[in-house]
């Protein structure tokens, strides 16, 4: 294995447990919006070592998030997580290499499918496979399978084809000028990927860890930290993508 392809490896799987730990709240159970996925469509251009970090990315993290959050681990989180990734991670390589962003955003959609249709199984296997399942929100009683594809879907549009896509088009601009696959530009990539972890994580993890040691980790004070992590994520993801367009208009 080349060193290139080895330190890949290092960083997706550093990157995605760190932001599934992170911000585990919102990374498990069927009404997730695991926004280390908006990893996953950077396989397009780094192929199968960024599928395989973020397969092991996501075993550790799976593993370390349910010891922390839920006492615990299972087997089969730990293990279909890294497969749904996997899968994901190598299709979307396929379909979307080398092309165009239309072929790329066609990929995201197809890695989303795959993810939601495992995920949302086994997790729907994981919780006693229920008959029934009320989607929140909607108030919509729904068949217990296809519901829980349902609400993973839902969460990984959202991390994979939109904040996903835009970090992954700003990162092209930035580096490529829109085009081609890296090379040397590996360790720009690590810099750019590791502050934006950091940043994605910093102001949800000291928001919630205030609200446990403050004893005001109610349900209300969730709701809010969760659509906090959402807004600071999306606004994070849109200033970086503004970044990338001025970066590119200075070339």
Request: charged share 10%; glycine share 12%.
């Amino acid at each position: 294995m080349r060193s290139r392809d080895a330190s890949v490896i290092v960083v997706f799987a550093a990157l995605y447990s760190i932001l599934v730990v992170g911000l585990a709240p919102i990374s498990f159970l069927p009404i997730q919006v695991r926004l280390a996925d908006a990893l996953i469509p950077f396989t397009v251009i780094y192929g199968a070592p960024a599928s395989i970090g973020l397969a092991l990315g996501a075993a550790v993290g799976n593993f370390v998030g349910g010891q922390l959050y839920f006492g615990g681990w299972a087997l089969v989180d730990v293990v279909g997580g890294s497969v749904a990734n996997l899968l994901a991670g190598y299709v979307g390589w396929w379909m979307g290499r080398g092309g165009s962003r239309r072929r790329r955003v066609a990929a995201t959609l197809i890695q989303t499918l795959i993810i939601s249709l495992i995920v949302g199984s086994y997790l729907w296997l994981l919780l006693g496979a229920p008959e029934r399942f009320t989607i929140p929100v909607l108030d919509v009683e729904v068949p217990g399978l296809p519901a829980f594809w349902i609400t993973i879907g839902f969460g990984s549009i959202v991390a994979i084809v939109f904040v996903g896509n835009i970090l992954l088009e700003s990162f092209l601009r930035m580096t490529l000028g829109g085009a081609g696959v890296p090379g040397s530009q590996a360790q720009e990539f690590v810099v750019e990927s590791v502050k934006l972890a950091v940043a994605m994580t910093s102001a949800p993890i000291t928001l919630l860890v205030f609200l446990w040691f403050t004893g005001q980790a109610t349900i209300p004070m969730l709701t809010f930290w969760t659509a906090f992590a959402f807004a600071w994520t999306l606004t994070l993801a849109l200033l970086y993508h503004r970044r990338g367009v001025s970066k590119r208009k200075r070339h």
